[in-house]
């Protein structure tokens, strides 16, 4: 599958707030995130006109299949979703690596702890938990952080 990455517009801001209400909506449905729509939209046209990056992943016609946020100065990610009909197929691996060379060395994030799927995920891709905690929103969370192999050699 030949992916592209890019940074996020805001004429596309509709559709990647949709994909990311599905995708959330697919992991929690007991949860209304149509009705957080509207804080995504905002959170997001401060990333794409701020230093955050939000990046899109796309495939050959130009679809949206991923998208993630990533600060650059302190290796945060706040968001991370693919879309349902791209799981499985290599998509979230190859955002991550995308991610991991925004801010290469270190990246850090949470999840929340009945997020399986995710965690598993992170937990393939690298990732390390160090603490446990709440979300934002309030949730229990895992705490996660991810260290390039090569930093780690560099500070030793």
């Keep these: 599958m030949s992916l592209t990455f890019r940074p996020m517009r805001l004429d596309e ?17 007991a949860i209304d995130f149509t009705a957080r729509r509207g804080w995504f939209i ?26 993630v946020s990533v600060d650059p100065e302190t290796g945060h990610i706040d968001q991370f979703a693919i879309a349902k009909q ?3 197929q290599g998509v979230a691996s190859a955002l991550m690596d995308h991610a991991k ?5 270190f990246l850090h994030l949470d999840v929340n702890t009945d997020n399986h799927r ?13 603490r446990e905690g709440f979300s934002a929103s309030g949730r229990p ?16």
Excluded: K, Q
């Excluded at 060379?101 to 060395?105: D, F, Q, R, S």
């Excluded at 995710?118 to 160090?130: D, K, P, Q, T």
């Excluded at 969370?141 to 030793?156: G, K, Q, V």
């Design 13 to 29: 801001i509709d559709a990647c707030a949709d994909l990311w209400v599905e995708t959330w909506a697919d992991t929690y449905p």
């Design 42 to 67: 905002e959170r997001f046209t401060a990333y794409i006109t701020g230093r955050v990056h939000a990046d899109v992943m796309c495939d050959a016609n130009g679809t949206v299949l991923g998208l």
């Design 86 to 88: 791209a799981r499985g």
């Design 101 to 105: 060379a925004i801010a290469p060395g």
């Design 118 to 130: 995710a965690i598993r995920f992170y937990e393939r891709e690298g990732f390390h938990r160090v």
């Design 141 to 156: 969370s895992y705490f996660y952080e991810w260290i390039a192999a090569d930093a780690l050699t560099r500070s030793t």
